[in-house]
């Protein structure tokens, strides 16, 4: 073995298929509910929200689904991206693991969330959409969306959390710079900003809040604009399997077949897409690789969650459907990783979950901040705070390997960069940020307030 550090695909290795997981789920999927009617949604409901092409691959069971050109060629403005070891981390650590990870913020968006923005916005224009909502967290999932609105001419409003549209002001100017208009939500544009902010005229928003804002814009319409979501639903995951289609073969390149492969988790895009093509490799040709799904302990979505029937917002708008929730008004503390505070997951993550195919931790934030301030010392790349959970759980992997002995090949995906994340970055290194554990009573109380779903 050479010292090599990075390992690179050429652009002809660009996958050609996504990979889709329902073709070998062991763990058979639940059914999507009407909000209303709580009966199995048709595509007809789905279709008020997105073009039919995402709405097969939602429900699609096909194990490949090619990638159109349209999409690789934008893809290649930044993909395959780079697979690094981390070498000078291993070495602060003083391990006997091999640490790799997978970078994504080499896209022009600083994150993972173009593979899928981009994919959608090409289905929409393809099916004659002339313009998208959305809503956006962090920020990362908007600026992809506006950076893929863009590049199909088509319009964009972005429901922005208004905390993070006040932490985060460069991001919205990201948006802004792609051509987007982005609100601070709760607005007073929709129904259902103006009964939030009737109630709370300073409420600080919320992921469930901002998603009802920008579903009822598209509902609304009459057909002028269409819905695009970031994370959750299988159509994203699918899109996000690019991410460990390439990994797979730079695993290869260095030789080795990870045994734990670790992604964050918010809505559990990043670590499906890192991690599904590992677990295909379990499910069909005898491999055993861990996958460990890392989440915040402010917002333990499958660590402390109920695995029942919820719904994808609070407005109760969106489908519901079974997962690992925190209730649908789950009002999140104010963290630095914005991207993780959903109150639910990806139904297949959960199902996958509950079934013992994949493993879940939750860490804290200082622990977390502590990660990415070792990462940025050895390796150089200051992460999104998000990602920064993966490299705390990455971290615990190399030092419990230490501590057995063992040499364990540890995959990680850094979903992004943070070089827009310094307000969090000086809130840590001021001293100000603290830990938060999300209180088991308040998910008990929020368990109150669920569907009362004839199938659950
Ligand atoms: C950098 C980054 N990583 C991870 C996430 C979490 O999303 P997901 O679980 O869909 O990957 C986000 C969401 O905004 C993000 O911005």
Same mark, same amino acid.
């Not at 070891?85 to 600083?110: C, N, Q």
């Not at 069909?284 to 302990?297: C, F, H, Q």
């Given at each position: 073995?050479?010292?090599?550090?990075?390992?690179?695909?050429?652009?002809?290795?660009?996958?050609? @298929?996504?990979?889709?997981?329902?073709?070998?789920?062991?763990?058979?999927?639940?059914?999507?509910?009407?909000?209303?009617?709580?009966?199995?949604?048709?595509?007809?409901?789905?279709?008020?929200? @997105?073009?039919?092409?995402?709405?097969?691959?939602?429900?699609?069971?096909?194990?490949?689904?090619?990638?159109?050109?349209?999409?690789?060629?934008?893809?290649?403005?930044?993909?395959?991206?780079?697979?690094?070891?981390?070498?000078?981390?291993?070495?602060?650590?003083?391990?006997?693991?091999?640490?790799?990870?997978?970078?994504?913020?080499?896209?022009?968006?600083?994150?993972?969330?173009?593979?899928?923005?981009?994919?959608?916005? &090409?289905?929409?224009?393809?099916?004659?959409?002339?313009?998208?909502?959305?809503?956006?967290?962090?920020?990362?999932?908007?600026?992809?969306?506006?950076?893929?609105?863009?590049? &199909?001419?088509?319009?964009?409003?972005?429901?922005?959390?208004?905390?993070?549209?006040?932490?985060?002001?460069?991001?919205?100017?990201?948006?802004?710079?792609?051509?987007?208009?982005?609100?601070?939500?709760?607005?007073?544009?929709?129904?259902?900003?103006?009964?939030?902010?009737?109630?709370?005229?300073?409420?600080?928003?919320?992921?469930?809040?901002?998603?009802?804002?920008?579903?009822?814009?598209?509902?609304?319409?009459?057909?002028?604009?269409?819905?695009?979501?970031?994370?959750?639903?299988?159509?994203?995951?699918?899109?996000?399997?690019?991410?460990?289609?390439?990994?797979?073969?730079?695993?290869?390149?260095?030789?080795?077949?990870?045994?734990?492969?670790?992604?964050?988790?918010?809505?559990?895009?990043?670590?499906?897409?890192?991690?599904?093509?590992?677990?295909?490799?379990?499910?069909?040709?005898?491999?055993?690789?861990?996958?460990?799904?890392?989440?915040?302990?402010?917002?333990?979505?499958?660590?402390?969650?109920?695995?029942?029937?919820?719904?994808?917002?609070?407005?109760?708008?969106?489908?519901?459907?079974?997962?690992?929730?925190?209730?649908?008004? &789950?009002?999140?503390?104010?963290?630095?990783?914005?991207?993780?505070?959903?109150?639910?997951?990806?139904?297949?993550?959960?199902?996958?979950?509950?079934?013992?195919?994949?493993?879940?931790?939750?860490?804290?934030?200082?622990?977390?901040?502590?990660?990415?301030?070792? @990462?940025?010392?050895?390796?150089?790349?200051?992460?999104?705070?998000?990602?920064?959970?993966?490299?705390?759980?990455?971290?615990?992997?190399?030092?419990?390997?230490?501590?057995?002995?063992?040499?364990?090949?540890?995959?990680?995906?850094?979903?992004?960069?943070?070089?827009?994340?310094?307000?969090?970055?000086?809130?840590?290194?001021?001293?100000?940020?603290?830990? &938060?554990?999300?209180?088991?009573?308040?998910?008990?109380?929020?368990?109150?307030?669920?569907?009362?779903?004839?199938?659950?």
């Amino acid at each position: 073995m050479t010292n090599q550090t990075r390992f690179l695909l050429n652009e002809s290795d660009l996958p050609k @298929f996504w990979y889709n997981i329902n073709a070998d789920n062991p763990v058979p999927p639940t059914p999507v509910l009407h909000p209303g009617t709580m009966e199995p949604v048709t595509p007809d409901f789905l279709s008020v929200l @997105f073009p039919m092409d995402l709405i097969l691959q939602e429900i699609s069971t096909e194990r490949f689904i090619e990638i159109p050109e349209e999409v690789r060629e934008i893809y290649r403005l930044y993909r395959p991206t780079p697979l690094l070891r981390a070498r000078r981390l291993e070495k602060a650590l003083d391990t006997t693991a091999h640490i790799y990870y997978k970078y994504e913020g080499v896209s022009p968006a600083g994150s993972h969330k173009p593979n899928t923005a981009i994919a959608q916005a &090409f289905y929409n224009k393809k099916a004659g959409t002339k313009a998208m909502t959305t809503e956006t967290g962090a920020g990362q999932w908007g600026s992809a969306l506006a950076f893929a609105c863009h590049f &199909f001419e088509l319009d964009l409003e972005v429901y922005m959390v208004k905390v993070s549209y006040h932490q985060k002001p460069y991001r919205r100017n990201l948006m802004e710079t792609y051509g987007s208009r982005v609100y601070a939500s709760p607005t007073d544009k929709t129904n259902y900003g103006r009964s939030v902010l009737e109630a709370d005229p300073n409420s600080p928003g919320s992921l469930g809040i901002a998603i009802s804002e920008a579903v009822e814009a598209a509902a609304t319409s009459n057909g002028a604009k269409k819905y695009g979501l970031g994370s959750v639903l299988n159509h994203v995951l699918l899109h996000q399997t690019v991410i460990g289609e390439e990994a797979l073969k730079q695993m290869d390149m260095a030789g080795e077949f990870p045994d734990v492969v670790i992604g964050c988790v918010g809505g559990g895009s990043n670590f499906a897409g890192i991690a599904y093509p590992f677990l295909r490799e379990n499910l069909k040709n005898g491999k055993r690789a861990r996958l460990l799904a890392v989440e915040p302990t402010a917002a333990p979505s499958l660590t402390k969650g109920v695995y029942t029937f919820d719904y994808g917002d609070t407005a109760k708008m969106a489908p519901i459907v079974k997962m690992h929730t925190l209730g649908h008004d &789950f009002i999140p503390p104010g963290i630095h990783a914005g991207g993780l505070r959903y109150h639910g997951m990806a139904p297949s993550i959960c199902g996958l979950y509950d079934a013992g195919y994949i493993e879940a931790v939750a860490v804290k934030q200082m622990a977390t901040f502590d990660a990415a301030i070792q @990462f940025a010392h050895t390796e150089g790349i200051v992460p999104a705070p998000e990602s920064a959970h993966a490299i705390r759980a990455a971290i615990d992997e190399a030092l419990d390997a230490k501590a057995k002995g063992e040499k364990r090949v540890i995959l990680f995906n850094l979903s992004g960069h943070g070089n827009f994340d310094m307000g969090a970055y000086e809130a840590y290194l001021s001293g100000k940020l603290e830990d &938060f554990e999300y209180p088991a009573e308040a998910v008990q109380a929020a368990m109150q307030k669920l569907p009362q779903v004839p199938v659950a």
